[in-house]
């Protein structure tokens, strides 16, 4: 069963579940593209998202960025913090794997880099509903996988648009210089999830880029990779509030998936198979 998969990285865990052989059983606010419309934000929800006793619940739902959780702080609160806390209360008497997602923006960018034992310190409210979220849902189940990750690039296809597939786009005029995170390619992440999943992953690991770099210096490699310009895209600074460098160091992960996260080219090799003109 997954939750939000509709968005950027839920319709491609669906996908990848999908190439497994599983029956996936798919949840989003709106219902599009085959998936069961049911607002999460009512407590009540739950019992629907389990009625159908699932082998594994994924829970990419989520109010995802910070101004839509400035918009609608109750909406964040109920659906970043109070719903994955239910799920792991009821997977965890039921017997159910969870795995459930969430953030670097957990952490406050003051003292990097951020290993899986760094303390989180969010900076914002999107940032702090997801942390409330993640304590929940290990205080319930201690063996559910709470996978962090960074900004998500690649062809998700979904409704909203991965950072890169906004950039492409058009959609985006200003990269920061001076944000640094660990730009993650989606599919390698949907993949990972999974097989981090199957070798008894646990607790906090960080699914992401092997190494981090300014949203400029990826705005420049994605377009170097693919042979574009980089017209109409201008460099400035994060406003005020941002956190400035996210970088985060995969140890625990590295170890359970048995190798390094992968590195900016080879994460745009796999997104991108189009290299040069
Ligand atoms: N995108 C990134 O770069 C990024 C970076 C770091 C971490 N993450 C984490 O990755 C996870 C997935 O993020 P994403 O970028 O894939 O999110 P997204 O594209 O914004 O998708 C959110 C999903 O949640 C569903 N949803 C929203 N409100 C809902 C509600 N009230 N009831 C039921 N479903 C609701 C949406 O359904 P509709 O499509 O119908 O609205 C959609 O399927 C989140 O935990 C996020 O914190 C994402």
Redesign the pocket.
Known sequence: MV?????????VVRDALASEGWKVEA??????GG?T?????DPR?VERLLSSAPDLVV???????GGACLRSPS?AW???SVLPGLLSRRCRSESIPLL??????VYSGANPPYYETSPAVPVGL?GWT?LLGDVFVLRAQSDALVA?????FGE?G???P??SEALLGGDIGTVYVDCFRNH?PVHWLARSMLQALRRGGSGVLLLCGGEDQSRSAFAEALMRHLGKPLDGISMGYGPPGTPRLLSLRPRRAAIVLNGECPDLEKGLAEEYRRTGS
């Open positions: 939750t939000g998969a509709t968005g950027r990285l839920g319709s949840f989003s606010a709106r219902g599009k998936s419309a049911l607002d999460l934000r929800s829970n990419c739902a989520a109010l995802s960025t909406s109920a659906l970043n459930h997602v969430s953030t670097d923006l999107y997801k962090r990750t960074s900004v998500l998700a979904a409704s909203r991965t950072f993650t």
